[in-house]
């Protein structure tokens, strides 16, 4: 069994508006699906990515209104990468996220989003499809692709080596990056030494990074993560997804998440993000969580009357 690279990274804010003006207006992603969480529904649970909601495009974020600023340490996820096609389009985002950039090197280019969670583009060649939105501003062979991995903080990658390898077969490249990759896609995980301050959870932080997993081999990778010893939570449904989840030895809290059934389960898919979803088992609460989240605008109208 082999994992199809990075499902989802999930992050928390605490402006969903300003969210969606950054993730579906400047960056140009699609909001797929507007939700809530579904361990606290009095909040949401937005998801951006590409035009159909395909995995490995998918960044997600609760919103906590007022949460406190977080800070990435030991045992968290801190940064994302993207894939780009080329360096014409490294100039086009140098340009777009002029107010947002941190540093521009050869191949690549970081930047942080508006509560501060760093990402980083990269020009990468890989036989992975391209995973792209729309968005009138920004060409097709411009825009985002997909993830390309993610970074997280360690104090000690070593004691997450075996399990990385072992259990969950990620391909070893140096001892601290790693690549899962399947028969589709592929993605990185990689790691730097951990700040001395720890980590605070909160506004700006990635609260877990999602690996995919093909639905017919999920309940194989549960038996697998509980066979090393990992504290693994049952078979939990998402109805968009199904979800396991785990602590790798260095902390960061790792998903994994099914391919399927996918976003269009309950609305069409030239629609999607465009009203509030709730899966079957929470739809009786529409009339108590509908009036407490906050009025968000559809992204795709807004960018039309631009």
Do not use: C
Not at 173 to 180: K, M, Q
């Amino acid at each position: 069994m082999k994992l199809e690279g990075v499902h989802h990274v999930t992050a928390i804010t605490a402006d969903a508006p300003r969210n969606v003006e950054f993730y579906a207006g400047v960056l140009g992603l699609r909001l797929v699906k507007k939700t809530v969480n579904q361990d606290d529904p009095t909040v949401y649970h937005l998801f951006y990515a590409d035009e159909q909601g395909d995995p490995g495009s998918d960044i997600t974020f609760f919103e906590y209104p007022g949460a406190r600023q977080g800070r990435a340490g030991a045992g968290m996820v801190y940064t994302v990468r993207w894939r780009l096609a080329s360096e014409e389009a490294l100039d086009f985002w140098q340009k777009r996220l002029d107010n947002h950039m941190l540093s521009r090197e050869e191949g690549s280019l970081t930047f942080t989003d508006p509560e501060g969670l760093r990402h980083e583009l990269a020009v990468v060649e890989r036989k992975d499809e391209p995973l792209i939105a729309q968005h009138p501003e920004i060409p097709a062979e411009l825009a985002l692709q997909g993830f390309d991995g993610v970074r997280a903080f360690s104090a000690d990658p070593g004691r997450s080596r075996a399990f990385l390898e072992e259990t969950l077969e990620f391909d070893s490249r140096d001892g601290e990056t790693w690549e899962a990759r399947g028969e589709r896609r592929g993605g990185f995980y990689e790691y730097d030494q951990a700040p001395e301050n720890p980590g605070i959870g909160g506004a700006g932080t990635v609260h877990h990074v999602a690996w995919a997993s093909p639905l017919d081999e999920h309940e194989a990778w549960r038996e697998r993560v509980a066979g090393a010893g990992a504290h693994v939570t049952p078979i939990i449904d998402r109805f968009y997804f199904k979800s396991i989840y785990f602590r790798e030895p260095s902390g960061v809290l790792f998903e994994i998440a099914t391919i399927g059934p996918g976003f269009a389960t309950d609305e069409p898919a030239e629609h999607l993000g465009e009203r509030l979803s709730l899966p079957p088992d929470f739809e009786h609460l529409r009339a108590q969580v509908e009036p407490v989240l906050t009025p968000l605008p559809n992204p795709r109208e807004t960018a039309a009357t631009r």
